[in-house]
């Protein structure tokens, strides 16, 4: 079974950054795609950006493409999102989850396992 953590979360201003990180044990990491999603608020859970099991393929929302950077070191079963130009609008719960599915993915319903998650705050 793979466990998740995810770590880095924290109250930023506007224009700021965080880097977000997610632990994985049990399992390697080197066999999933993964993925962050974030949940604000009475919204849904939306996809942020996705990482191939190498780190050769990167996907992202286009809400945040610029913007954020998902990275990975299978060698120490992590996977990072660095967020830069942070805004209000950013504020959420981050997950980071992972995927059986070879190809990058932005459906929620294909990713099999999730962490617990940690709050983003961007204050205007």
């Known amino acids: 079974q793979l466990q998740l953590v995810e770590s880095g979360g924290g109250l930023v201003q506007a224009g700021g950054s965080l880097r977000l990180s997610c632990a994985a044990s049990?399992?390697?990491?080197?066999?999933?795609?993964m993925g962050w999603f974030r949940q604000a608020p009475g919204k849904e859970r939306e996809f942020v950006a996705a990482i191939n099991w190498s780190g050769s393929s990167t996907y992202y929302a286009d809400s945040v493409k610029g913007r954020f950077t998902i990275s990975r070191d299978n060698a120490k079963n992590t996977v990072n999102l660095q967020m830069n130009s942070l805004k209000p609008e950013d504020t959420a719960v981050y997950y980071c989850?992972?995927?059986?599915?070879?190809?990058?993915?932005?459906?929620?319903?294909?990713?099999?396992?999730w962490g617990q998650g940690t709050q983003v705050t961007v204050s205007s």
């Open positions: 049990g399992r390697t990491v080197s066999s999933y795609g």
């Open positions: 989850a992972a995927t059986t599915t070879i190809l990058l993915v932005a459906n929620k319903r294909s990713y099999d396992y």
